[in-house]
C-alpha cells in the first residue's frame, strides 16, 4: 500500500474526529501475518492461544532440531530501506532469565537480517529485526528456524519508519491489523442454517451430523485443520468410556461409523483414523463444515445468540454465520463465555451440593492439560541438544521413561484459560528438560543412545476449564444415588476421575508439577438428564462435551469422548425438535420430551450400511473386555 491509498482508507474507514485517532501510517508499510505466509515449510499455525495474545501464529516445532523455512511474496510499494519489526515470544521466559531456545531469523530475498529473534523478553511484543534496503517489486520474506525448539513468530511489520512500531497491546493491535487490511473490516455473509456448532471434537461431530440427519441445515466449525479434538492424530487420546448403554442402547452407536480401530494413548498418528472422521463429517447432507475457523464473536439479541463470527486461522477472513439455533462444544466453552451464558471453573466446596469428594472449601484447581509424547528407536545412535532452562532433571528426579501419556499433565493451579500457553509451554518444558538429561547425562544414558524423540503434542489435551451452567447441575450424588430424571438421556459408564498433582512429583518440583495421579471411584451405569445439555440463561443455546452443566466432581464421569459423543447426538435430536416444533432448547423439556424421547430410542446411527462391533481396547491397542482407559 502507498501512502495515499492508506489515507483514503482511513478517511473512509475513521470518519471525522476519529480519523485524529487512527495511527500515522508510514510509506509504504506492510504488515504480513505469519500463518498466512504461502509456504510454511517445516513451521506449523498454533491456533490455541488467540484469545489470549490475539492472533494464530507460526511455531517452528523441530523436537530439537531445526526445520525447514517458512516463506511468502510480498510486493514491496517503493524502494528504500526498510526497518523490520517482528511480534515473537521467548517462551522459556516463565522459568529462566537466560536466553531462551526458540531462536530464529527474517530473511528477505533470500538474506538473514543480523538479529537473533525470539529468545529475549518475557511476553509478546515487538523486537526489531534489522533493515534492509529493498527495491519495489515482489520480494521474498522467509522465517528460518535455528533450534528446532518451538521459536515463534506471530506477525512481521516492514516500515520506512524506524520508530512506527505496531501496538503491542492485545485490542488496540487488532484494530491496527483492521486498519493494514491484515484483518477485515467487516465479516462476508457466511449463510444462514438451522444449527450452528462451534467446535469440531468427537461432541461436536455428533451434534452436528445428528441435526443433520433429523433435517436440519448445519454448520460445523472447527479450529483446526483436523476433526476430532483430543481424539484427533494432533493430540491422540483414546475414544473413553462406553456407548450403547441403557436406557437408550441407540445412542452413541453412530460414533461406530467413524470410532478407531486401535487403542491407546500417544501412539502413532495413523492410529487414531483422521480420514474416518473427516469422511463422516464431509459425507453427511445437510451439513457444512468449516475446518480452520474459529468463533471470535457473537452477537446478541436480548439473551439469545442472533450470530457468530468466525475467523480464518491462517488467511485472517471472517464470516458471520446466522442461525436460530447454537451449540458450544469448544471445550472451553468460548461461545457460551462470549455471549454471556453463566458459567463455573474449579472446584465446588463441599458444602454446596454435599459431595463427599469434593475439598472443604472450594478453590481454582482444575484437572490439567497433557503434552503427550513418544520416542522411537533406530539403529544407530542419535544426539539431542543440552536443554535446560529453570526445570533441573537430576539422576534422583528425572524420569526414566520412553514415553509420556496422560499423566504427564500440567497446569493444575493455574488458570487453564488466562494462562493456557504457559501451561502447553511447560509440558514442553519438561519434556525436552528431561529427555536431554537422559540422552547426556543419565548414568545410563547408553539405554537411551538409538532413541530419538519421535512425536511430542504441541497441541495440549485439555481435560479441565469452564462449565457452562444449565437448568440442571449434574453432581456427585446424582451419581451415587442413581437419582432418577424423567429427561434421562445420555448415560455415564467412566468412574468419578479427578486427576490431581502426583504426590512424589509434588516433592521434588513443589508448585511445579508435571505429573498427574487419580484415584478411581467407581459407579454404576447412570443416565445424565437432558437439562444438563442446554444454558439455563441464552436462550439458543446448547452444549455438549466437557463444557456442560456439572460440577467439578461430576466432570470426572462425564468428561470422556464416548460420553461426549452421545450427549452431541441428543443435542442433535433435540436442535431438530427445536426447528421442527419453532421451540426453544427449555422448550424441548417442557413441552416435547416424549418426541425427544422417541427419537433417542431410534438413535442416529446410519442403518443402511454394516456398522463394526463396538470394540473396548487397552492402552497397547489390544481387544479386551470393557474397561476405563486413563485420560
Same mark, same amino acid.
Given at each position: 500500500?502507498?501512502?495515499?491509498?492508506? /489515507?483514503?482508507?482511513?478517511?473512509?474507514?475513521?470518519?471525522?474526529?476519529?480519523?485524529?485517532?487512527?495511527?500515522?501510517?508510514?510509506?509504504?508499510?506492510?504488515?504480513?501475518?505469519?500463518?498466512?505466509?504461502?509456504?510454511?515449510?517445516?513451521?506449523?499455525?498454533?491456533?490455541?492461544?488467540?484469545?489470549?495474545?490475539?492472533?494464530?501464529?507460526?511455531?517452528?516445532?523441530?523436537?530439537?532440531?531445526?526445520?525447514?523455512?517458512?516463506?511468502?511474496?510480498?510486493?514491496?510499494?517503493?524502494?528504500?530501506?526498510?526497518?523490520?519489526?517482528?511480534?515473537?515470544?521467548?517462551?522459556?521466559?516463565?522459568?529462566?532469565?537466560?536466553?531462551?531456545?526458540?531462536?530464529?531469523?527474517?530473511?528477505?530475498?533470500?538474506?538473514?537480517?543480523?538479529?537473533?529473534?525470539?529468545?529475549?523478553?518475557?511476553?509478546?511484543?515487538?523486537?526489531?529485526?534489522?533493515?534492509?534496503?529493498?527495491?519495489?517489486?515482489?520480494?521474498?520474506?522467509?522465517?528460518?528456524?535455528?533450534?528446532?525448539?518451538?521459536?515463534? *513468530?506471530?506477525?512481521?511489520?516492514?516500515?520506512?519508519?524506524?520508530?512506527?512500531?505496531?501496538?503491542?497491546?492485545?485490542?488496540?493491535?487488532?484494530?491496527?491489523?483492521?486498519?493494514?487490511?491484515?484483518?477485515?473490516?467487516?465479516?462476508?455473509?457466511?449463510?444462514?442454517?438451522?444449527?450452528?456448532?462451534?467446535?469440531?471434537?468427537?461432541?461436536?461431530?455428533?451434534?452436528?451430523?445428528?441435526?443433520?440427519?433429523?433435517?436440519?441445515?448445519?454448520?460445523?466449525?472447527?479450529?483446526?485443520?483436523?476433526?476430532?479434538?483430543?481424539?484427533?492424530?494432533?493430540?491422540?487420546?483414546?475414544?473413553?468410556?462406553?456407548?450403547?448403554?441403557?436406557?437408550?442402547?441407540?445412542?452413541?452407536?453412530?460414533?461406530?461409523?467413524?470410532?478407531?480401530?486401535?487403542?491407546?494413548?500417544?501412539?502413532?498418528?495413523?492410529?487414531?483414523?483422521?480420514?474416518?472422521?473427516?469422511?463422516?463429517?464431509?459425507?453427511?447432507?445437510?451439513?457444512?463444515?468449516?475446518? *480452520?475457523?474459529?468463533?471470535?464473536?457473537?452477537?446478541?439479541?436480548?439473551?439469545?445468540?442472533?450470530?457468530?463470527?468466525?475467523?480464518?486461522?491462517?488467511?485472517?477472513?471472517?464470516?458471520?454465520?446466522?442461525?436460530?439455533?447454537?451449540?458450544?462444544?469448544?471445550?472451553?466453552?468460548?461461545?457460551?463465555?462470549?455471549?454471556?451464558?453463566?458459567?463455573?471453573?474449579?472446584?465446588?466446596?463441599?458444602?454446596?451440593?454435599?459431595?463427599?469428594?469434593?475439598?472443604?472449601?472450594?478453590?481454582?484447581?482444575?484437572?490439567?492439560?497433557?503434552?503427550?509424547?513418544?520416542?522411537?528407536?533406530?539403529?544407530?545412535?542419535?544426539?539431542?541438544?543440552?536443554?535446560?532452562?529453570?526445570?533441573?532433571?537430576?539422576?534422583?528426579?528425572?524420569?526414566?521413561?520412553?514415553?509420556?501419556?496422560?499423566?504427564?499433565?500440567?497446569?493444575?493451579?493455574?488458570?487453564?484459560?488466562?494462562?493456557?500457553?504457559?501451561?502447553?509451554?511447560?509440558?514442553?518444558?519438561?519434556?525436552?528438560?528431561?529427555?536431554?538429561?537422559?540422552?547426556?547425562?543419565?548414568?545410563?544414558?547408553?539405554?537411551?543412545?538409538?532413541?530419538?524423540?519421535?512425536?511430542?503434542?504441541?497441541?495440549?489435551?485439555?481435560?479441565?476449564?469452564?462449565?457452562?451452567?444449565?437448568?440442571?447441575?449434574?453432581?456427585?450424588?446424582?451419581?451415587?444415588?442413581?437419582?432418577?430424571?424423567?429427561?434421562?438421556?445420555?448415560?455415564?459408564?467412566?468412574?468419578?476421575?479427578?486427576?490431581?498433582?502426583?504426590?512424589?512429583?509434588? /516433592?521434588?518440583?513443589?508448585?511445579?508439577?508435571?505429573?498427574?495421579?487419580?484415584?478411581?471411584?467407581?459407579?454404576?451405569?447412570?443416565?445424565?438428564?437432558?437439562?444438563?445439555?442446554?444454558?439455563?440463561?441464552?436462550?439458543?443455546?446448547?452444549?455438549?462435551?466437557?463444557?456442560?452443566?456439572?460440577?467439578?466432581?461430576?466432570?470426572?464421569?462425564?468428561?470422556?469422548?464416548?460420553?461426549?459423543?452421545?450427549?452431541?447426538?441428543?443435542?442433535?435430536?433435540?436442535?431438530?425438535?427445536?426447528?421442527?416444533?419453532?421451540?426453544?432448547?427449555?422448550?424441548?423439556?417442557?413441552?416435547?420430551?416424549?418426541?425427544?424421547?422417541?427419537?433417542?430410542?431410534?438413535?442416529?446411527?446410519?442403518?443402511?450400511?454394516?456398522?463394526?462391533?463396538?470394540?473396548?481396547?487397552?492402552?497397547?491397542?489390544?481387544?479386551?473386555?470393557?474397561?476405563?482407559?486413563?485420560?
Amino acid at each position: 500500500m502507498n501512502e495515499l491509498v492508506l /489515507v483514503l482508507f482511513a478517511l473512509w474507514a475513521f470518519p471525522s474526529e476519529a480519523f485524529s485517532r487512527t495511527p500515522a501510517f508510514p510509506e509504504g508499510g506492510l504488515f504480513i501475518e505469519a500463518e498466512s505466509f504461502a509456504e510454511k515449510g517445516g513451521w506449523s499455525v498454533d491456533q490455541q492461544f488467540m484469545d489470549i495474545m490475539g492472533s494464530p501464529y507460526l511455531i517452528a516445532h523441530g523436537m530439537g532440531v531445526p526445520v525447514k523455512d517458512a516463506s511468502t511474496t510480498v510486493g514491496i510499494p517503493v524502494p528504500g530501506i526498510y526497518h523490520v519489526w517482528v511480534r515473537t515470544y521467548n517462551w522459556t521466559a516463565p522459568w529462566t532469565s537466560a536466553d531462551g531456545p526458540g531462536a530464529f531469523r527474517v530473511k528477505l530475498n533470500g538474506k538473514p537480517l543480523k538479529t537473533l529473534l525470539g529468545t529475549t523478553g518475557d511476553r509478546w511484543f515487538w523486537q526489531y529485526a534489522g533493515s534492509r534496503k529493498l527495491a519495489a517489486g515482489p520480494c521474498t520474506v522467509a522465517l528460518s528456524d535455528l533450534g528446532g525448539f518451538d521459536g515463534r *513468530c506471530d506477525a512481521i511489520w516492514l516500515t520506512r519508519e524506524e520508530e512506527a512500531v505496531p501496538p503491542a497491546e492485545k485490542d488496540a493491535l487488532e484494530g491496527f491489523r483492521r486498519q493494514t487490511g491484515a484483518l477485515p473490516l467487516h465479516p462476508s455473509d457466511g449463510g444462514d442454517y438451522d444449527f450452528v456448532v462451534i467446535g469440531g471434537g468427537i461432541a461436536g461431530m455428533c451434534a452436528a451430523v445428528s441435526a443433520a440427519r433429523f433435517g436440519c441445515k448445519v454448520a460445523l466449525v472447527n479450529d483446526r485443520p483436523i476433526p476430532g479434538g483430543n481424539n484427533s492424530s494432533e493430540i491422540r487420546v483414546h475414544l473413553g468410556a462406553r456407548i450403547e448403554q441403557a436406557p437408550y442402547p441407540a445412542l452413541g452407536r453412530m460414533l461406530r461409523e467413524f470410532g478407531h480401530s486401535k487403542g491407546g494413548n500417544a501412539k502413532p498418528a495413523s492410529n487414531y483414523e483422521d480420514e474416518k472422521k473427516e469422511a463422516f463429517i464431509r459425507g453427511q447432507e445437510g451439513l457444512t463444515y468449516l475446518p *480452520c475457523f474459529r468463533a471470535v464473536k457473537v452477537n446478541m439479541d436480548g439473551s439469545r445468540i442472533a450470530s457468530v463470527v468466525i475467523r480464518h486461522i491462517e488467511t485472517g477472513e471472517e464470516r458471520l454465520l446466522k442461525a436460530p439455533l447454537f451449540a458450544d462444544c469448544t471445550g472451553d466453552a468460548n461461545l457460551g463465555y462470549m455471549a454471556g451464558a453463566d458459567w463455573r471453573m474449579g472446584r465446588e466446596g463441599r458444602d454446596e451440593f454435599g459431595e463427599a469428594l469434593a475439598p472443604e472449601k472450594g478453590d481454582a484447581l482444575t484437572m490439567g492439560s497433557s503434552v503427550q509424547w513418544y520416542s522411537v528407536e533406530g539403529p544407530e545412535r542419535t544426539s539431542f541438544p543440552e536443554f535446560e532452562y529453570g526445570v533441573q532433571f537430576t539422576e534422583e528426579n528425572c524420569e526414566k521413561v520412553k514415553m509420556g501419556e496422560w499423566r504427564w499433565e500440567t497446569g493444575m493451579n493455574l488458570d487453564q484459560i488466562r494462562d493456557f500457553e504457559r501451561i502447553r509451554d511447560y509440558g514442553l518444558l519438561v519434556v525436552y528438560s528431561n529427555w536431554s538429561f537422559l540422552k547426556n547425562h543419565y548414568s545410563r544414558k547408553a539405554d537411551y543412545a538409538n532413541l530419538s524423540l519421535g512425536w511430542v503434542a504441541y497441541v495440549a489435551g485439555k481435560r479441565e476449564s469452564r462449565r457452562l451452567m444449565g437448568d440442571y447441575i449434574l453432581k456427585q450424588d446424582d451419581i451415587d444415588k442413581q437419582v432418577f430424571h424423567e429427561d434421562a438421556s445420555f448415560t455415564l459408564t467412566w468412574h468419578l476421575d479427578l486427576h490431581f498433582p502426583d504426590s512424589l512429583n509434588s /516433592v521434588r518440583f513443589k508448585g511445579q508439577e508435571f505429573k498427574a495421579d487419580t484415584r478411581s471411584n467407581h459407579i454404576y451405569p447412570y443416565a445424565a438428564p437432558y437439562r444438563c445439555l442446554y444454558s439455563r440463561n441464552i436462550d439458543n443455546l446448547f452444549m455438549a462435551g466437557r463444557d456442560i452443566s456439572t460440577t467439578h466432581v461430576a466432570l470426572g464421569s462425564t468428561r470422556l469422548m464416548r460420553t461426549g459423543a452421545m450427549m452431541g447426538e441428543v443435542v442433535g435430536m433435540a436442535a431438530s425438535i427445536c426447528k421442527e416444533k419453532g421451540t426453544t432448547p427449555r422448550g424441548v423439556y417442557q413441552h416435547y420430551l416424549p418426541e425427544l424421547k422417541a427419537l433417542m430410542k431410534k438413535g442416529a446411527a446410519r442403518n443402511d450400511i454394516e456398522l463394526p462391533d463396538n470394540q473396548h481396547f487397552n492402552e497397547g491397542g489390544h481387544l479386551k473386555k470393557p474397561k476405563n482407559i486413563e485420560f
